[in-house]
């Protein structure tokens, strides 16, 4: 949002309403009977959930969903540690196993059995 008069939400009050010194480009008049306007807590709610919507479907989304991309990679990360770990062990209760095996074997095959 640009800080120009046209951007401003008129039906939102703003200190503006009155005098900028010095930058009357954002003085704006004040509207016939502005004393008695009321503000209806309901449209201002309707416009602030708009914003809302508005926020959630642009720049929020674009933030969630880098944010969901950088927890998968962190968790995917962990998981292939993880994964790994527990294959290295295997890997290494097995081996053992396999090298007595051949040892074994090949002893077997020199004797001549």
Request: negative net charge; aromatic residues 6%; proline residues 5%.
């Amino acid at each position: 949002m640009t800080n120009t008069p046209e951007s401003f939400d008129p039906s939102i009050p703003v200190l503006t309403d009155v005098v900028v010194p010095g930058r009357p480009e954002y003085a704006r008049a004040p509207s016939a009977g502005a004393e008695a306007i009321e503000y209806d807590a309901e449209q201002i709610a309707e416009r602030l959930r708009g914003r809302f919507t508005g926020f959630l479907t642009g720049e929020a989304r674009a933030l969630i969903e880098e944010r969901c991309r950088e927890v998968l990679r962190e968790h995917s990360t962990q998981l292939v540690s993880a994964i790994t770990r527990e294959v290295a062990m295997a890997l290494e209760s097995r081996m053992s196993g396999w090298v007595r095996e051949a040892v074994e074997e090949e002893l077997r095959r020199q004797r001549g059995e």
